[in-house]
């Protein structure tokens, strides 16, 4: 599915009003009745009951004034609260305020302290309070009157609709700078704008709709919108079904080079995660010192001793034999638990520029590309790397901090720059191609948040890669089906979730999108 930026939007509405004739007062009348229709599924019956409507004096103001007159018309109580002057609102929002003023519907403007004793009133009353104050143009801070407001709105617990976007919230980036409105549901016109799905944003939005308010379908299909995100039926769509008769050397090889003295639990769980998910054969290489240990622990997973350069450690002794290994394989996983010694990050480099088979890089892997990363051009295949904000940010030179206040944009220029496919992980995973295409993965949870989930995700990528998808169809798929394993577990309850509970859940999350009608 398709998501948009707040300028890719305003040049599809402006197509539809130049290229397509279509009156963008008719596109503000067909998003106003969306809203109505929602606000009925979530109050039932309308008649009688108390909303009162927010409205700043642009375009989301004129959304809400066509709300409360179809509110209106059927049977609410309404009240208007214009947060601004009416001389300031102009255009189609000001016929639709001129519609309900006729009507007779309060109008009241909110200019001082007696205004608000008023507003604070009607709140206390009111079943339900409709958000129509700001809505994709707004970045930054908001003004003191509109924190007023959006913080008097949270204060109510009441059944809140955010048109478009909640108030406060930037619909690019998701980040907001000082308050938002905490929407139990908002929706969205013709796409879903990128920022509301994600954080901090989604923790505002509640319940998000997308409602079609009649623009043309080729202006939503327009390939050079390159947002998108990972839902269950693109996750299906790229799993196909085991056919009887295959047998383990058909459904998949895999390398996994990883683990070092005291992280071989990182390579034990990126090795089992690869067989949880589908692959018919891995084998972990690892130092030789290791060797015996992780014979014990891994039952299924093959193990393969490395020769070391030191006390349980790998380093450039290990290369040959690793390129071996990788022959006999379909896909290399390398970096969880590897360790960073410098005879090891050597190792990773020659690894990146030698190897012919796909590669997955994870973790130490990533740490050996810092001041490194032109050399990912120079891999045979195009490599997947999966960082997570913290290595993301010593890759690019920023802060975890501000690799997250812009999620997207940065996993696309890495993604461009490097010639690969990169997978920012957090809440809300991204995942970025060379060609600027980016996907925003739909499944996942806060329990998820525990050592050793990064390793299980680098397992299951690697899997699926073993089992024939490109590494562009395993990225996508890989990220929503660890994902969706973590939500199967959280249904026990999130708080406790391991990183082995997820791999114990890959069958039947594997299942559940294959079978799902």
């Known amino acids: 599915m398709k998501v948009v930026t707040v300028a890719q939007m305003r040049k599809i509405e402006q ?31 309308i008649h009688n009951k108390r909303i009162s409507v927010f409205a700043g004096t642009g375009n989301n103001g004129g959304d809400g004034y066509v709300v409360a007159r179809h509110l209106y018309n059927q049977g609410a109580k309404v009240k208007v609260f214009l947060i601004g002057s009416k001389a300031s609102v102009v255009g189609d929002a000001l016929t639709n305020l001129q519609i309900i003023t006729y009507m007779g519907i309060d109008v009241l403007e909110v200019t001082n ?31 003191e009157n509109m924190t007023q407001v959006v913080e008097s709105i949270n204060k109510m617990n009441k059944v809140t609709i955010a048109i478009d976007v909640p108030t406060g919230v930037d619909a690019d980036t998701g980040q907001i700078q000082s308050v938002a409105v905490k929407a139990s549901h908002t929706i969205t016109f013709a796409l879903a704008k ?48 085991r056919q009887p008769d295959v047998h383990k050397g058909s459904c998949g090889k895999v390398l996994v080079v990883a683990g070092s003295k005291g992280l071989t639990g990182a390579a034990a769980l990126a090795s089992d995660a690869a067989l949880r998910s589908g692959a ?58 590897l360790g960073r010694q410098t005879e090891t990050l050597e190792l990773v480099r020659q690894i990146v520029k030698n190897v012919e088979k796909p590669l997955v890089l994870d973790a130490d892997a990533l740490y050996a590309l810092i001041d490194h990363t032109s050399i990912l051009l120079e891999a045979k295949s195009m490599p997947v790397l999966t960082p997570h904000p913290g290595e993301m940010a010593r890759l690019v030179g920023l802060t975890p901090e501000e690799v997250n206040q812009d ?6 220029q890495a993604a461009t720059e490097w010639g690969s496919i990169v997978i920012l992980k957090g809440a809300r995973t991204v995942v970025a191609f060379p060609d600027g295409e980016v996907y925003i993965n739909s499944s996942g949870n806060a329990g998820m948040a525990t050592a050793g989930a990064g390793d299980v995700l680098t397992g299951v990528i690697t899997g699926l890669i073993g089992q024939g998808l490109s590494s562009h169809e395993a990225a996508l798929a890989g990220v929503y089906l660890h994902g969706l394993a973590g939500d199967i577990v959280a249904r026990g309850g999130m708080i406790g979730m391991v990183a082995s509970d997820l791999i114990k859940a890959l069958p039947a999350a594997i299942f559940g999108i294959q079978e799902k009608d």
């Not at 009649?214 to 919108?225: E, T």
């Not at 999620?407 to 696309?412: L, Q, T, V």
Request: glycine fraction near 10%.
């Open 194 to 241: 990128q920022g509301l799905l994600l954080y901090p944003a989604a923790s505002y939005v509640g319940e998000l709709c997308v409602a079609d308010i009649g623009v043309p379908r080729l202006l939503l299909s327009d390939p050079q919108i390159q947002q998108n995100l990972i839902t269950s039926k693109d996750a299906r769509e790229i799993f196909s079904k």
């Open 113 to 143: 302290s007696h205004d608000w004793d008023k507003v604070k009133i009607a709140m206390t009353f009111t079943d339900c309070l409709v958000d129509a104050l700001l809505g994709t143009g707004f970045a930054g801070q908001l003004r």
């Open 15 to 45: 197509a539809a009003i130049e290229e397509y004739g279509i009156p963008g007062i008719v596109l503000m009348e067909n998003a106003g009745v969306e809203v109505v229709k929602q606000i009925e599924n979530v109050l039932g019956s």
């Open 280 to 337: 018919g054969m891995v084998t972990l290489g690892i130092a030789e010192s290791l060797h015996e240990i992780m014979e014990i622990k891994l039952t299924e997973v093959m193990t393969s001793p490395l020769p070391e350069a030191g006390d349980g450690f790998v380093g450039e002794d290990a290369f040959d034999e690793i390129v071996t290994l990788s022959l006999k394989n379909d896909v290399v996983a390398i970096g969880p638990g």
């Open 407 to 412: 999620r997207i944009y940065i996993a696309r």
